[in-house]
């Protein structure tokens, strides 16, 4: 029997069945599987970070140039730096590591500590490949990314305000940041 392009069996409740299992298989093996997590990088001149009371989060802050690197939030629109909340005992800079790949697919060095955001969390300087220079300056986040993540950006940090931002708390962290990177790394 042949129904709207589905080619069944005659026993039409068969038919369903397996048309509903194709689809079900379908769905599920056209998913993009996430990569393995890269192994945690950081730079070997780099000092261990206690975190402050209540700390349990790291922060990524990716200096291109005159721009940085963020994420747009799908449910808000708004953008934030890749971030994330540490897992067992992983280390703070291995935290924003992890961040930054599940977010942005992007396997950087996380660097120096910064400065910390106002919830106490600490921002790190990380490093990517020089091609990120030649990224367009918007793209899809990677099709395995957190779901929440539409897009990366990269923008000039002392364009936006406060309303940009996903956590507008750490609007002046946020440009902090971005100078002593700047410092940092001349």
């Known amino acids: 029997m042949y129904i709207s392009g589905l080619i069944l069996p005659d026993n039409a409740k068969l038919g369903a069945r397996l048309t509903a299992i194709l689809w079900v298989l379908t769905l599920l093996g056209c998913q993009p599987e996430r990569p393995a997590t890269p192994m945690c990088r950081t730079a070997s001149d780099t000092v261990s970070v206690v975190p402050p009371s209540g700390a349990n989060a790291a922060v990524c802050l990716i200096r291109i140039r005159?721009?940085?690197?963020?994420?747009?939030?799908?449910?808000?629109g708004l953008l934030a730096l890749p971030s994330a909340a540490r897992t067992g005992r992983e280390s703070l800079r291995c935290a924003a590591h992890r961040a930054t790949w599940e977010q942005t697919g992007f396997n950087v060095e996380v660097g120096q500590l910064l400065t910390h955001?106002?919830?106490?969390?600490?921002?790190?300087?990380?490093?990517?490949?020089?091609?990120?220079a030649d990224l367009p300056t918007s793209f899809e986040a990677p099709r395995w990314a957190n779901s929440d993540i539409a897009e990366i950006v990269s923008v000039r940090p002392f364009e936006l305000n406060q309303a940009h931002l996903h956590d507008r708390e750490n609007f002046i962290p946020l440009r902090d940041a971005f100078v002593l990177a700047q410092s940092k790394n001349e």
């Open 66 to 76: 005159s721009k940085v690197l963020m994420i747009r939030h799908r449910s808000s």
């Open 117 to 132: 955001t106002n919830t106490g969390n600490p921002v790190f300087d990380c490093r990517g490949e020089a091609s990120l």
